[in-house]
């Protein structure tokens, strides 16, 4: 029969017996080897957005301008996942960047070891009065 020893069974929290680290679905990376990708590149997304943002009628009228900080998960399926502004200018700009991003087709998602992984994004999204 056999019993853990006074400090449990010597599989740690976050790996096997080894202190192999699990791969988590759900904790999102930072930082990982093959970064996730809007499908078509920067290049397309720029266009995405620019065809999609429409300017809050308030913001013209008191003239506010600048970049919305949109922090987002892609997660492995490539869905935009807990989308919320980081960092935001008022004027119902940031609801508007935020309905942006949340209307984005997948990306491609990011890969950690050759696996699709939950990664963490920042984009910013500029406003500029013609």
């Given at each position: 029969e056999k019993h853990a020893g006074p400090f449990g069974d010597g599989v740690t929290p976050d790996g096997d017996k080894n202190g192999n680290k699990q791969l988590t679905e759900?904790?999102?990376?930072?930082?990982?080897?093959?970064?996730?990708?809007?499908?078509?590149?920067?290049?397309?997304?720029?266009?995405?957005?620019?065809?999609?943002?429409?300017?809050?009628?308030?913001?013209?009228?008191?003239?506010?301008?600048?970049?919305?900080?949109?922090?987002?998960?892609?997660n492995a399926q490539g869905e935009i996942e807990?989308?919320?502004?980081?960092?935001?200018?008022?004027?119902?700009?940031?609801k508007e960047a935020l309905r942006v991003v949340n209307a984005m087709p997948r990306w491609k998602p990011g890969k950690q070891n050759g696996h699709a992984v939950k990664?963490?994004?920042?984009?910013?999204?500029?406003?500029?009065?013609?």
């Open positions: 759900d904790i999102p990376f930072r930082t990982v080897e093959v970064m996730p990708e809007f499908p078509g590149g920067m290049k397309a997304l720029a266009e995405f957005i620019k065809s999609n943002l429409r300017y809050p009628a308030a913001a013209r009228e008191d003239g506010i301008e600048g970049r919305v900080y949109i922090t987002f998960i892609v807990s989308a919320k502004v980081a960092r935001g200018i008022g004027g119902g700009c940031d990664v963490y994004y920042t984009l910013p999204i500029s406003f500029r009065l013609e």
